[in-house]
Each structure stands twice: as C-alpha cells, then as structure tokens.
C-alpha cells in the first residue's frame, strides 16, 4: 500500500488502534509495521491498558497540524497530564505482556472448543479476540447465557451479533489465565442443562 501511496503522491496513514497486539502476535517490532507510513495513530486503553487515550504520531509539520485542528475541534484539554501518566504505564509496562493476553485467548479458544453447542474458528485467534458461536440446538441462546453468566457466576459477556448468535470475548490485564479456566467451566456447564421440554 506505502509503494502505491508513493507512486501516487499520496500520503498514507496507518489506524493502528490495536498495533502493539498486531505486533505481539506477528512478533515484530511496531517500528516495522509503521516504518512506511507518513503519520499513525493507536490506542493506549484496548490492549494497553490504559482507561482512555489515544496518541497520533507523525512529522513535526504534520503533529502542528493536527494540534491545530483538534483545537478548532473542540480537542483542548488542559489537565490532560494524569492521562498521559497513565498512558505512560500503558507504553513502558504493558507492550511487553501482550502475549500474555494472547495466550490466555487461546487457551480460552481451546476450552470452548471442547464445549458441546460451541462453535470457535481457532484459526482466527491471533490476538487476544475470540469469537464463538452457540449451535442452532443449544439449551439457551446467546442472551439467556449471557444473563446466567452473569447471575449465577458474576460474568459479564456480551453477546455480539445477534443473528450469527456469537460473543466476542477480549482478554487483558485483568483477565487471568484462571478467569479462562472458570469462564469455561461456567460455559460449559450452562449448556451442559436438559433442554426444557416445552
Ligand atoms: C480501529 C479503531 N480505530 C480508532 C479508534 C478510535 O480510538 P479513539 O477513540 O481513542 O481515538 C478505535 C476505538 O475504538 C478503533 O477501534
């Protein structure tokens, strides 16, 4: 894309919101990834961390620029240091342990799969996103489960495309390799139930 971008003149952007867990799964450094584009943006809260921000990074000419049209924007923020604190932490503690939360998603993976009425592509679970359906015929579809997790066990999941009758679950740094375990257990053992004869 760089190399069309150039021989057009064009200047080429990178959204890289989750590049640090693009990154960690490909086990490249995020300077490979961005070394062709002219300006790129990512996250610090998603995988990093931290509770909100967002960083654009690009020329001296280019950052003017955009300081001076999210000011026009609306975009001032005076206190914004303690964000940046955090967004600190986020940077120098938590790019490192990223495959940490790819590992746990695809421990998570892998327990679903053993799960009758659960369909997982494990094939798709490169970061720290799982995908997983409910089969047509299991005891309870993709809200029931979600409101037994969370009354019975204290699980939050949300599903996600209601007609594909999937969740999209995400670990982090909150989400230990022992949350996996439970919320596997708690998965299977919902749809382990009789279906009720009515
Ligand atoms: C792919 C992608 N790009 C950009 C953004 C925007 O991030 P922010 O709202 O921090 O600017 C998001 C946030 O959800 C995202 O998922």
Redesign the pocket.
């Known amino acids: 894309m760089a190399k069309i971008a150039r021989q057009h003149n064009i200047r080429l952007h990178i959204?890289?919101?989750?590049i640090f867990n693009a990154a960690a799964a490909l086990n490249v450094p995020v300077r490979e990834l961005a070394a062709d584009a002219d300006s790129i943006?990512f996250?610090?809260?998603?995988g990093l961390c931290a509770p909100?921000?967002?960083v654009i990074v690009g020329s001296r000419d280019f950052i003017n620029k955009a300081r001076r049209v999210r000011k026009s924007l609306g975009g001032g923020m005076r206190q914004a240091g303690i964000l940046a604190a955090a967004g600190l932490v986020a940077l120098r503690e938590m790019t490192g342990r990223l495959v940490e939360d790819h590992a746990n998603a695809r421990r998570l993976a892998q327990g679903l799969a053993t799960i009758p009425h659960v369909r997982v592509d494990l094939d798709r679970v490169r970061t720290n996103m799982v995908y997983f359906e409910l089969t047509e015929d299991a005891p309870l579809n993709p809200e029931q489960l979600a409101e037994r997790l969370k009354t019975e066990y204290n699980m939050l999941m949300r599903p996600y495309d209601p007609r594909r009758r999937n969740f999209r679950v995400v670990t982090h740094y909150y989400i230990t390799r022992e949350h996996v375990d439970l919320a596997v257990e708690a998965i299977r053992a919902l749809l382990s139930e009789p279906v009720a004869a009515n």
């Open positions: 959204d890289g919101a989750r943006t996250c610090l809260s998603k909100v921000g967002s």
